[in-house]
């Protein structure tokens, strides 16, 4: 029995270990905004952020066509179909969209995060920047989380697009909802903070991703083998901290 | 402070009775080391004896469980990130795998000190990068990756992008380990040159006894995370230490050499 609470007790130090050495990191990069390279932040967000649109843009075009195929026929039934248009819309602006660019973004962004730096730790070129005195939370951490928390609204305005539309789409296809219909439900039914509340969890969901991602990296150990641990590691507490995040905005923002 | 404290405390690097430890694992059990300016020292020794963790203490890389170091007169073994930050823009450090930011070229990898931390414009860099390039014996080379370079290639533009910014105190960490005889030999010629040409404080961690003897003013052997000889290359052969003298005897190349400069 001690021995089972000495166990939990050492996990729950650990866990708590690690979320303070993120919200550390965070910290020092937020504090040294100030210092932070234009160049070396723009060219983060070509690469986060621009190279990411065409997944982002195929993941929620996806997402809005098979949410428009699961509700259209439906709302059809129940003489409901002005209003597909709307829930599409909602759905997507204020969950959908959010939560999907997160992870996708997690998935491909975090873990090229966390293998870049990662690499860098485990070949010494973190210890060179230090030598070089060079702080690795202004060069590298802080123009990646500016990146993140910059582009990844960017991709989820792309997003509410393309999913509104495959949502159309799929909706005219199923259910004969025509455009005028379609539209107009969006303009009757919605508001703009259902898009503008999704891009403000957007803005926190890109923090996490490349705060995580770059703390993962920078404590990666032993050579190739502690590098995919660390970037496996990051996308899966990434997720998980942008689902438990996602249910605290949802309640602040919508409630 | 004791006398001794303070003696050590004027030269350019003097280390205090340094220890070491990860959790029980003792790896250093109490160094002093005190080296002048100007003075290049070896610290030899096996592997795992410590030699690579005194280095890193000496630019902030690790901090020491035990002791106190000073470096031009200061104690830093306290300093925080900030003030080591200060201290090590006059320091330079090659790395034993070279460490060489490979998403960089050659170029901006040597001048990236100099964009970091002077006010000097794109083409006074530019104009330091290829003359420290030549006196690599690398002059073209600014637009290669360093994935493109050998290993001998890359530890020459490590030491480029340490000392383009003409530090004080250049420390170097086993820089010919892994290469072949010829382009160690290169590299120790190199390391020569930078002496004499820049007079800078040096320390050379190295099991290579080729490369320690050649270069080094005084070396100084760690065994175990102690001390155990330190000396001129002269009385470092001559030291009758049983330990010492194995180690020696048994890395030095037939004939062996010391430096005569």
């Known amino acids: 029995m001690g021995k089972i609470a000495a166990r939990v007790g050492r996990w729950v130090m650990n866990k708590s270990a690690g979320t303070g050495s993120v919200a550390i990191l965070f910290w020092q990069a937020l504090v040294s905004f100030p210092d932070v390279s234009i160049r070396e932040t723009i060219k983060q967000m070509t690469k986060l952020g621009v190279d990411s649109l065409p997944i982002v843009v195929v993941t929620t075009t996806a997402a809005g066509m098979v949410f428009a195929v699961q509700t259209a026929q439906e709302f059809a039934k129940l003489g409901a179909s002005d209003s597909v248009g709307a829930i599409v819309t909602i759905a997507m602006g204020r969950e959908l969209v959010p939560i999907l660019s997160g992870v996708v973004v997690a998935g491909r962004v975090g873990a090229a995060i966390t293998a870049e730096i990662g690499s860098m730790k485990v070949t010494e070129q973190i210890d060179a920047l230090r030598v070089m005195a060079v702080s690795p939370a202004v060069y590298l951490v802080a123009p990646r989380i500016l990146a993140c928390v910059l582009m990844l609204p960017v991709l989820g305005i792309f997003a509410n697009v393309v999913g509104s539309w495959g949502g159309y789409f799929v909706a005219h296809a199923y259910a004969g909802v025509t455009s005028y219909s379609y539209l107009n439900s969006i303009k009757v039914f919605c508001v703009p903070f259902d898009i503008v509340g999704g891009l403000i969890k957007c803005m926190f969901f890109g923090c996490i991703v490349a705060t995580v991602g770059c703390h993962k990296g920078l404590n990666a150990v032993s050579g190739a083998e502690g590098v995919g641990i660390a970037t496996t590691g990051s996308v899966v507490l990434s997720i998980i901290m942008i689902f438990i995040t996602n249910y605290f905005l949802s309640v602040l923002l919508y409630v | 402070m004791s006398r001794e404290a303070v003696f050590l405390a004027e030269r350019a690097i003097s280390v205090n009775n340094v220890q070491m430890a990860y959790g029980a694992a003792k790896v250093l059990k109490g160094v002093s080391l005190a080296i002048d300016k100007g003075e290049v020292l070896a610290i030899i020794g096996p592997s795992g004896s410590g030699k690579s963790t005194l280095l890193r203490m000496l630019i902030g890389l ?70 420290t390039l030549e006196t690599i014996g690398l002059a073209g080379y600014s637009g290669y990756m360093p994935g493109q370079l050998s290993g001998g290639m890359k530890k020459r533009v ?33 390391m020569l040159e930078t002496k004499k040409r820049m007079k800078v404080t040096s320390v050379l961690v190295t099991h290579d006894m080729y490369s320690a003897f050649m270069v080094a003013d005084r070396i100084a052997m760690i065994h175990e995370g102690l001390i155990i000889a330190e000396g001129t290359p002269a009385e470092i052969l001559k030291c009758e230490h049983e330990i010492v003298k194995t180690f020696i005897h048994k890395a030095m190349p037939p004939g062996g050499i010391i430096n005569e400069q």
Do not use: C
């Not at chain 2, 002791?67 to 201290?87: A, M």
């Not at chain 2, 480029?160 to 010629?189: F, K, Q, S």
């Open chain 2, 158 to 190: 490590s030491l480029a992008r340490a000392i383009a910014t003409t530090p004080e105190i250049l420390l170097y960490d086993e820089p010919t380990a892994g290469l072949d005889p010829v382009v160690a030999d290169v590299i120790n010629n190199l």
């Open chain 2, 62 to 131: 690790s901090k020491p469980t035990g002791g106190s170091i000073f470096i031009n007169g200061r104690q830093v073994d306290s300093f925080s990130e900030k003030e080591w930050n200060r201290l090590r823009k006059s320091m330079g450090m090659v790395f034993q795998y070279s460490a060489l930011f490979d998403s960089m070229t050659v170029g901006d990898n040597v001048a990236f000190g100099l964009r970091q931390h002077t006010d000097k414009t794109n083409e006074e860099i530019l104009s330091i990068v290829e003359k």
